[in-house]
């Protein structure tokens, strides 16, 4: 058994695959698969669509069965359970066969239409190339203060940038896809994994639209798990941090314990300051605690990493075939 993704290597098949992870949202996709169609047939050679159905309670895969019916280039992973938009992608890449890969949202927020360009930009040689959404005012203030603060904060202390406004709808070169295929981890924070890989990369500004139907997935809970993740994935600082407040908080003591040794031999023993005591010491153990927490955090993570449990789970293909039935059920022991 190898740890490694799906042997079967990208760029053999279609020209170009386009991933759609999908999660209650049987409202949407047969109108995105409609819509991407002709924008496909215009642009490449050869095209399938893989919706990744991860673990949606509606009928999604109902859905998607009947538009594979119609048009065999439309395809569909069904997830054994809900794993969440990053590895929902990471399943979708696993499977794309194209020269080329286009990762978007079901909910028709990422139009389409731009995948001509996203194209263009490919043929003449970028093959890191996302699309870049000057936010109007989709999502609440609150989220967008929150989400503002956090890439700030990614850029500042994280080891890999990710450029503002870039999301999950991009198109990768095959051999991007590859490079992402060798990354098994289950803390996945994609658009920090794009932005490691680095190969040659650009930008593409749009305009995001509003979700068609349905409401978000993203509860301030995931979101904040998400930002976690990247941030303990692709930073090393908050548990390199604590080094230097025990570093300058003993330096602090020490200055504080010559100056207490001092004042009592030049003035002798005063009454001993009880409060300055308790406020210092629960100062002091809530430091500590704090620390051992973010230790937590990383310990935790370690943790689910060494288990290699593999990334995601599928229960169902459509129109992937014989031959990938038999792949597949590799990659789920590989994966
Ligand atoms: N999604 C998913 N699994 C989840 C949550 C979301 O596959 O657990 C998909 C969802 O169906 C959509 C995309 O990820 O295609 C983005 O989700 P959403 O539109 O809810 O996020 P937002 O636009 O609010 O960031
Ligand atoms: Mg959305």
Not at 36 to 45: I, S, T
Not at 145 to 156: A, D
Not at 207 to 213: S, T
Request: proline share 4%; with cysteine; aromatic share 10%.
């Amino acid at each position: 058994m190898s740890i490694a993704g799906p042997a079967e290597a990208p760029g053999r098949g279609v020209e170009l695959t386009v991933v759609v992870p999908a999660y209650n949202e049987s409202g949407n996709v047969a109108i995105l698969a409609a819509r991407l169609v002709p924008v496909l047939e215009r642009c490449a050679a050869s095209f399938e669509i893989i919706f990744v159905d991860d673990g949606s309670a509606d009928d999604t895969l109902e859905t998607l069965r009947a538009a594979h019916r119609k048009d065999p280039r439309i395809r569909a992973l069904s997830l054994s359970r809900n794993f969440g938009k990053e590895i929902a992608i990471a399943a979708g890449l696993d499977h794309a066969q194209g020269a080329a890969s286009v990762v978007m949202d079901a909910d028709l927020q990422h139009p389409p239409e731009l995948i001509e360009t996203l194209v263009a930009r490919w043929r003449e040689g970028y093959k890191n190339i996302f699309a870049q959404s000057a936010e109007k005012g989709l999502y609440s203030p609150l989220r967008r203060i929150l989400t503002q603060r956090f890439y700030k904060l990614l850029h500042s202390v994280g080891d890999t940038g990710v450029p503002e406004g870039a999301g999950d709808f991009r198109l990768l070169d095959a051999q991007a896809v590859a490079a992402l295929r060798t990354m098994r981890e289950h803390a996945r924070f994609s658009k920090g994994l794009y932005a490691w890989i680095g190969f040659k990369t650009i930008g593409v500004p749009y305009e995001a639209k509003p979700r068609l139907h349905g409401a978000t997935k993203f509860t301030y809970r995931k979101l904040t798990h998400l930002a976690l993740d990247g941030l303990i994935s692709f930073s090393t600082i908050p548990l390199r941090v604590w080094g230097y407040i025990g570093m300058a908080t003993s330096m602090l003591a020490l200055s504080l314990a010559s100056f207490f040794l001092f004042r009592t031999l030049i003035f002798g023993v005063d009454v001993p300051g009880y409060a300055s005591l308790i406020v210092s010491i629960t100062f002091f153990a809530g430091i500590q605690l704090l620390s051992l927490g973010i230790i937590g955090e990383y310990v935790g993570r370690i943790f689910a990493e060494v288990k290699r449990r593999p990334l995601y789970l599928i229960q169902e293909r459509v129109g992937f075939g014989a031959l990938a039935e038999e792949k597949s059920s590799a990659c789920v022991s590989a994966g």
